[in-house]
Each structure stands twice: as C-alpha cells, then as structure tokens.
C-alpha cells in the first residue's frame, strides 16, 4: 500500500523548484527596478545645478520614460514566473498521486488554466500602476525643487528611496502572486483528479515559517474534500492565497494544499 511519507517526499521535492521560481522571478523584478533608479539618478545628477522650467520638463518625462520600460519589463518577468509557478503546481500535484499509485498525467495530459490569463493580466497592471504611483511622487518632489523648497540633491535622495520602496512592495506581490499562480494549477488539477479517484482530498499544509499567522498553523492538516473550502480563521478559501479570501489570510501565505487519500498510511 502506497506509504503517505513517499506522497510527502514528493511534494518537498517540487515546493523547492517553486521556491527557487519566486527567488528568480524576484531577483528580476528587483533588478529591473533598481537598474531604473540608478538610471534615474544618473540622470538627474547630470542636469544643471540650477533646474530651470526646461530642465524639471526634461527629467520628468526621461523619469516617466525609464519607469514605463521597468514596469512592461517586470510585468513580463512576472507573467513568466506565473506560467513557470503553474506549471509546477500541475507537477506537484501529479507526482504526489503517482506517489499515491494513481497517475494521472496518463488520464489528463493537459490542463487549461483560463484563469491563469487573468492573474498575469492583473500582475502587468500592478506593475503599471507601481510605476505610475513613483512617477507621480516624482512629480511631487520635482515641483517641490520648482518652488524653491527644496534642494535638486533631496529631490534626488527622495525619489531614490521612492523606487527601493516600490522594490519591497514588488517583492511582496511577487512571493503572493506566484504562489497564488502555483495554488490555482494544484486545485485545477485536483478537481481533474477527482473525477476519476473516488474519495480524494485535499490537506492544507503550514508553510512553518518562523512568524507564520496563527490562523495558519491552526489549519495545518486540516483535510476537506477537493471541491470543499478550508476553514481558515473566518475565511473559506479554496486554496491558499485564493483571490477570493481577505489580505490578512492571503498576502505574503506560504502555505500548499496537497492531495490526500485516506488509503494512503503513515509509515
């Protein structure tokens, strides 16, 4: 009888390709902003000493220019990430139920995620709306040089700090939207593998991180059938990170939801 610790080894072993798919995909995401800061500031450094009207006009639209190439940039890399964190999803599951003795990559060799679209749609309009958020701060600092109430070289430290700042909040979506790409292929998958092993479920699994929500940990191995929601705190989510839960139950969530069978002993 499949042991439930070879469906265990399984999953660790793919939730490691997915944690090095959120490492790249934030390592590109925060590169590609931080190259659009230096270049900012490289920019602004090389104007004149004394910014006339001209000059302010000059460097908002190359500051607007630079940003609105970094977020088509990183609203790519994102995408990518999403399809790579998927597609990861699908095998975690697939190797999970192999372990288990039931294959279904041999039943359903594919899987359409239509909704897979939708979050890389959003994602590229997070980041647009990232940029857009610095460029108008930019504004603010610009015209505040304008008026003579401040210096062009805390313009400069300002806006710098704007475009880290616009780094971190990246990293966050990044970690959360991916995972939420990887959650949406596993549930999509284990609907699929429903139809055909009768009795299959799902089990939410803490992600055991060392300041992980109460709410989670509470959770950890709670076991619902796979078209049921977990109970998480006073959310039902299908999956963790699912869009329809609250930001307190979903944002920056490294929890999965494995399958699970009731055949399936511990050792």
Known sequence: ????????????????????????????????????GEEIKRKMQAAPSEWQAHHLSQIRDEVERILDGAGRTGGASIAAGMSEASRIGVAITDQQLLAGGFNIAARFPRLDLAQLEGLQSTMTKYMHGLTSNIIQLVDEEIQKVAVGIAAPSDAITAIDGMVDGGRRRAKTVVRT???RANSV????????????????????????????????DVADGQVVS??????????????????AGSPEETINCGCISAPHHPTWEAE
């Open 1 to 36: 009888m499949p042991k439930r610790d070879d469906v265990r080894r399984a999953r660790e072993a793919h939730n490691k390709k997915h944690r090095r798919t959120v490492e790249k995909a934030n390592g590109e995401v925060r590169a590609i902003l931080a190259r659009a």
């Open 177 to 179: 939207e991916l995972g």
């Open 226 to 243: 796979v078209d049921q929601p977990f109970h998480i705190g006073a959310d039902l989510l299908m999956f963790p990170r699912d869009p």
């Open 185 to 216: 292929a596993t549930q999509a998958r284990q609907e699929q593998a429903a139809a055909e092993l009768p009795g299959l479920q799902k089990e939410w699994i803490s992600s055991g991180k060392r300041f992980s929500r109460l709410t989670h």
